[in-house]
């Protein structure tokens, strides 16, 4: 009966022990092929792969910004599910009937001689006719259908000079669906341009990488869309005098502080050629709403209130 029992554990040892070097090797295969063809280190926190259900879950996939700049996360995708065809891998082919992507955040950032990180990328600079080490061969993909989920883009600017940066983020929150992609660098090109191309950022080599590789086309499917709102909200567990330091703070890094009153919560400045104004609501003695808007010649600049208030949330870190 004990050896039995023995048997028994062993097998599940021996079963742990395959799970976790299939899951390890698959990890390694999907940093490297991205690490190659993007010239950025790529990191995966966690993945499962279950057979019975030819299925693929990845965790915290982050790739980071390229040599020549610092090392933030560019790409920050918390989670990837995939439905697979593993049939295929017997041919040799990598076919995944349905990739969705939740990207929380694309970082995109000037440094300060004028370089962007997202035009910085192998990928890109191949096709802008630069002289690079190619990857070697890669695997035969076909991808039915992709759902981007994307969160948001945040961007920094370090050209003016300075040890400061221009912050502004692009709050996207949109989903988008697109059908028949067939090649990794068209997939990579795909997750960093559409967020850029959503939040209005011109301009970038970016595109002419993506019309290269050839998924410059419109979307299948869309399910929300953005606004036009002028503002950025949130609530804090601080004191109303907490939040106003912490406003205070963010907003005087980010531009010029013009008027303040802290009694009535109200600070007004001007960031990056807009007229800024922090408002404070006292929702509790240990709680505060935090609204700060954004006008250029009476036009809305969210991505601008939006970057203070990003500002803000790094003060209280």
Avoid at 84 to 90: D, E, G, P, R
Avoid at 108 to 113: F, I, T
Avoid at 209 to 220: D, I, N, R, S, T
Wanted: proline share 3%.
């Amino acid at each position: 009966m004990q050896k039995k029992i023995r048997v028994v554990i062993l097998v599940v040892v021996l079963l742990f022990v395959f799970c976790w070097i299939r899951d390890f090797c698959i990890k390694s295969l999907i940093g490297t092929v991205t690490s190659s063809i993007t010239g950025a280190p790529t990191h995966i926190g966690g993945l499962s792969l279950s057979i019975i259900k030819q299925s693929v879950r990845i965790s915290n996939f982050r790739m980071y910004n390229p040599k020549g700049f610092s090392k933030d996360i560019l790409v920050d995708i918390p989670k990837i599910g995939v439905a697979c065809n593993l049939k295929a891998l017997v041919t040799g082919r990598i076919h995944l009937k349905h990739l969705e992507l939740e990207i929380k955040e694309i970082g995109m950032v000037k440094n300060k001689d004028g370089k962007l990180n997202v035009d910085s990328l192998k990928i890109v600079a191949e096709k802008s006719g630069k002289k690079e080490k190619k990857p070697g061969k890669q695997p035969v993909v076909q991808i039915d259908i992709v759902s981007l989920d994307m969160g948001r883009v945040v961007s920094r600017d370090y050209s003016a000079g300075g040890n400061s940066s221009v912050v502004k983020v692009y709050d996207i929150n949109l989903k988008k669906t697109y059908k028949n992609i067939t090649s990794v660098q068209q997939l990579i090109v795909l997750i960093i341009s559409e967020p850029l191309k959503v939040a209005g950022i011109q301009g970038l080599k970016m595109y002419g990488a993506a019309m290269f590789a050839g998924v410059a086309f419109l979307p299948v499917g869309v399910v929300f869309t953005l606004t036009g709102k002028d503002y950025a909200q949130g609530i804090f567990n601080l004191t109303i005098e907490q939040a106003y330091d912490a406003g205070f703070k963010a907003i005087k890094i980010a531009g010029k502080v013009q008027q303040e009153n802290k009694a009535d919560g109200l600070i007004s400045a001007e960031v990056d050629g807009a007229k800024v104004i922090l408002k404070l609501k006292k929702l509790s003695e240990g709680s505060t709403q935090v609204t700060i808007s954004a006008r250029e010649f009476g036009l809305p600049k969210p991505e601008i209130a939006s970057g203070v208030m990003y500002r803000l949330k790094e003060q209280l870190k």
